[in-house]
């Protein structure tokens, strides 16, 4: 009888995209390594947003990784924008191809972390009651993977189906001839909306705050397309890394103003019809940073949501008026806007008639009652800290993670803090993974983990921690960066706002993300490991 081995050098916590990529580059060294993984099978992301209308914003080819030029040759994305399905496919053929499955465990959800300083190890304990220790801890837990319900009453009451986004069942919900009620237009919300409009028989929207969006003008990829593709990888990857966001698509740096207000115009024609991002991360620079710019274009695309609703009414309820366009997650959509042209389909704004509670047949707000058959909750998330406070994290002299990020994260470049040593953070808070087309920065921070833990083995380095300037001077360069913007002034999940998290207040900044831009993030990290990490504190 053989016993399942507990103890590893490094355990990766989380099998989506960046465990996956982290658990390869560490099986490839031969460092004993594991990935725990809380889910019935890998994917993260991909594995549990499996609600209607779930797809990439980022070009698929763009989001895919790039590390083996095999894989490269042998896949081919079926569209610009790949939906959930194929995105949960080439991961696990990903997995399969390099045998990374043999290292992962699942349902292995960690529930606690706490450092050992005199063995120097981590201790991990998970929701089953098992228990495994590490020397070194990567986490690989996502932005988005702590869902947040609406604190409404009633929400045990309801007799139907409900629930949230990220929980949506594996059993395909029959929603034809169906009474469904929406709360949420955020990203999800809108991929949601779009999708199940001509498929149920009402459609109610609560909607608290509309956000701008704009299309994502999807399409097939043929053969041809995709053959064209592969033989430009070596370029679209090199754009990717010189372009601030991970995209593409490159800023115009001609200047907002040194452009007559024509051409402005005409520009924005071309990348409202182009794919993707390309209205806000192919735009003037201005847009973000200059007040008078940022209204132009608001009112551009707020015209443009004019032109495709009928009802002038109901278009005004869908143009943001609290913020600017940029300013906030951009949700990318396909007939979102058209959707409202619907029969079927009801705009409820609750900051007029606010919801009062969920009862067993439907929803009650201040002067109305909806019956309803499901309802979804398209709520979001407590982006980018949430999944680590899920955890309770303790590290030197019994110190909580939580309680050290109550006011906002504080990070060495969005992968070490001070006070927990040997845990190593992937996509963490303040790095570029939450600011820009994710797998891209994914790469970038795995890549400098994983040689920071090797030259931590090469020299028989059993701790390592963020010292404190090296913190302190992190903090101030994320800082710096919010300054510039206007995002700062937003409420959305970029500055930690979300009214279904206690005591997250209006106007109260969490620096979640590093705003400097992909290239300038890689750029600091290259330059942190030549200086030999000086900025860390070794043992």
């Known amino acids: 009888m053989t016993t399942e081995k507990r103890h590893f050098d490094v355990i990766v916590i989380g099998a989506g995209v960046a465990g996956i990529y982290q658990i390869k580059r560490l099986t490839d060294l031969g460092i004993d390594s594991i990935v725990l993984e809380g889910d019935e ?122 629930f949230h986004t990220y929980w949506w069942p594996k059993e395909p919900v029959p929603l034809a001839g169906k009474r469904v009620g929406v709360i949420g237009t955020g990203a999800t919300g809108i991929q949601v909306i779009a999708e199940i409009a001509d498929k149920v028989s009402e459609l109610t929207v609560f909607q608290r705050r509309p956000n701008w969006s704009t299309p994502l003008n999807n399409s097939p990829i043929s053969e041809e397309e995709m053959a064209e593709i592969r033989s430009r990888y070596d370029e679209i990857f090199a754009n990717c890394a010189i372009s601030p966001g991970g995209f593409e698509h490159v800023p115009d740096r001609r200047g907002f103003w040194n452009v007559p207000k024509e051409e402005r115009i005409a520009l924005w024609d071309k990348l409202y019809a182009s794919p993707g991002f390309a209205l806000l991360a192919a735009n003037f620079r201005e847009i973000f940073i200059d007040e008078e710019a940022n209204k132009e274009i608001s009112d551009y695309v707020a015209n443009r949501i004019r032109q495709r609703v009928h009802d002038p009414k109901v278009a005004e309820k869908l143009i943001p008026k609290d913020h600017g366009f940029g300013m906030q997650r951009l949700p990318l959509e396909t007939h979102y806007f058209e959707t409202y042209n619907r029969d079927n389909v009801h705009l409820v704004d609750i900051t ?25 909750y398209a709520t979001g998330f407590d982006a980018v800290t949430g999944a680590f406070d899920r955890m309770k994290i303790r590290g030197v002299d019994g110190a909580s993670l939580g309680d050290k990020w109550r006011d906002g994260p504080s990070t060495y470049l969005g992968i070490l803090t001070k006070g927990f040593p040997n845990m190593m953070m992937v996509a963490g808070p303040q790095s570029a993974s939450g600011s820009t087309n994710y797998p891209r920065a994914i790469e970038t921070g795995v890549n400098w983990v994983t040689d920071l833990l090797q030259h931590a083995i090469a020299n028989g380095i059993t701790r390592l921690e963020a010292g404190a300037d090296g913190e302190q001077e992190w ?65």
Request: proline share 4%.
């Open 41 to 162: 099978d890998l994917g993260g992301t991909w594995y549990r947003n499996r609600y209607p209308g779930a797809r990439f914003d980022s070009e698929s080819y763009t989001y895919g990784y790039s590390f083996s030029q095999e894989l490269l040759d042998e896949w081919h994305w079926t569209e610009r924008f790949s939906s959930q399905p194929e995105n949960l496919r080439y991961l696990n053929h990903v997995a399969d191809k390099f045998d990374l499955r043999s290292h992962m465990r699942f349902n292995a959800r960690v529930e606690a972390m706490t450092w050992d300083e005199d063995a120097l190890q981590w201790h991990l304990e998970l929701q089953n009651g098992d228990k495994y220790t590490a020397r070194f801890v990567i986490t690989g837990i996502g932005v988005l993977s702590a869902p947040t319900p609406p604190r409404i009453k009633g929400m045990d009451d309801f007799a139907g189906p409900s």
């Open 352 to 376: 007029e008639t606010p919801i009062e509670r969920i009862t067993s047949t439907g929803i009650q707000t201040a002067n109305s009652h909806y019956d309803l058959d499901v309802i979804v």
């Open 475 to 539: 903090q101030h360069e994320v800082k710096k960066a919010y300054d510039g913007l206007l995002l700062r002034k937003s409420q959305g999940w970029f500055t930690g706002y979300n009214s279904n998290v206690a005591g997250r207040e209006v106007g109260k900044v969490r620096y979640q993300a590093f705003f400097g831009t992909g290239p300038k993030y890689a750029a600091r990290l290259k330059q942190a490991a030549e200086r030999g990490y000086s900025d860390i504190m070794f043992g």
